[in-house]
């Protein structure tokens, strides 16, 4: 008990001299290294960190024990470390640094009146093209961009920067149109390219016979916040891939209540300060009927706080209301 009760001193001291600014900068770097371990869980980089992780604890090991050689050749190479870590890790730095660079100030600034309602309308127009490709059996790849720009994909394809209308989206993914093989991006509810050439996904886990339009669909959106809608050449099967995760087997209305979701977050189409503008108003009118006391009914003379009738009260209501001294 001595030894626990020293170490809850330790803290109690250590907590009474951090600061507010202490506990901010600790929850910002949890924050960050908590964001990283996901990123890396969801990619190949776990089995590298692993790997590392074992290499300290040899190289830990070796100094304890005393085995010169190994932490002699372990200590050079932790030195050069930190560039071979850059090397390794090269792809998942490049996607951190492209959602952190992501200008999510571009949709405030840019805003236009009736974006919900156009985007409900486009999203309508791509549901309707899906579901004919879905029973035609004819493959289809649609990015929904969004915070992240994708200008480097739309380089690789033809720009179109056209209305999304359905006769549209299903001449660009005729069978025998040009431009059938490679990706649409829409950007601000317009076909801004087509035919482009998308990444494919490294991730090994996912299933055997999914082909290039579905890895590529994955890709894409494990180097961004892009919304992908895939449609598959053999089976008509209408997928969609958010966040490197995806989505498959999906309904027509399945998918628009999707797209709706992801493409739509503000409620009924509202926009966002209508949306949190509700919400405030909502709490307030919660906190005032809690906080504020309703008004206090006006006592009857001659009654108590208890309700009780005095001696006078009850001779005058026997006399009939007639006060009777």
């Excluded at 590298?48 to 074992?54: D, E, F, H, N, W």
């Amino acid at each position: 008990m001595g030894v626990l009760g020293e170490a809850f001193e330790n803290i109690r001291s250590y907590l009474s001299l951090a600061s507010v600014m202490d506990v901010v900068d600790v929850a910002i770097v949890a924050f960050a290294i908590y964001k990283l371990m996901v990123l890396v869980r969801k990619s190949t980089a776990a089995q590298v960190l692993k790997g590392i992780a074992l290499l300290v604890v040899v190289l830990a090991l070796s100094g304890l024990f005393g085995l010169n050689v190994i932490n002699y050749i372990l200590t050079t190479m932790m030195q050069v470390g930190f560039i071979a870590v850059i090397i390794m890790f090269q792809p998942e730095l490049r996607k951190i640094l492209e959602k952190f660079g992501a200008n999510r100030f571009n949709r405030f600034f840019m805003h236009r009146e009736g974006d919900a309602a156009e985007s409900g309308v486009v999203i309508s127009q791509v549901v309707s093209a899906c579901g004919t490709f879905s029973q035609e059996k004819t493959g289809a790849l649609i990015v929904f961009e969004r915070r992240v720009l994708l200008d480097d994909l739309v380089r690789t394809g033809t720009i179109i920067n056209a209305d999304v209308s359905t006769m549209l989206v299903k001449n660009i993914f005729f069978k025998n149109a040009a431009l059938h093989d490679g990706a649409m991006i829409i950007r601000e509810n317009r076909v801004l390219a087509a035919g482009c050439v998308l990444p494919n996904s490294s991730n090994t886990s996912l299933s055997r016979d999914l082909g290039t339009r579905h890895r590529a669909g994955v890709g894409v959106s494990e180097a961004s916040d892009a919304v992908v809608v895939i449609v598959s050449e053999e089976t008509g099967t209408i997928s969609v891939a958010t966040d490197g995760m995806l989505k498959r087997h999906l309904t027509t209305e399945t998918l628009m209540a999707l797209l709706r979701k992801e493409l739509l977050p503000a409620e009924e189409g509202e926009d966002a300060t209508s949306a949190v503008r509700k919400r405030v108003n909502k709490v307030v009118s919660s906190m005032r009927s809690t906080f504020v006391r309703p008004p206090k009914e006006k006592k009857e003379s001659g009654v108590d706080k208890n309700g009780w009738k005095s001696r006078k009260k009850r001779r005058a209501d026997k006399n009939g209301g007639e006060d009777v001294e």
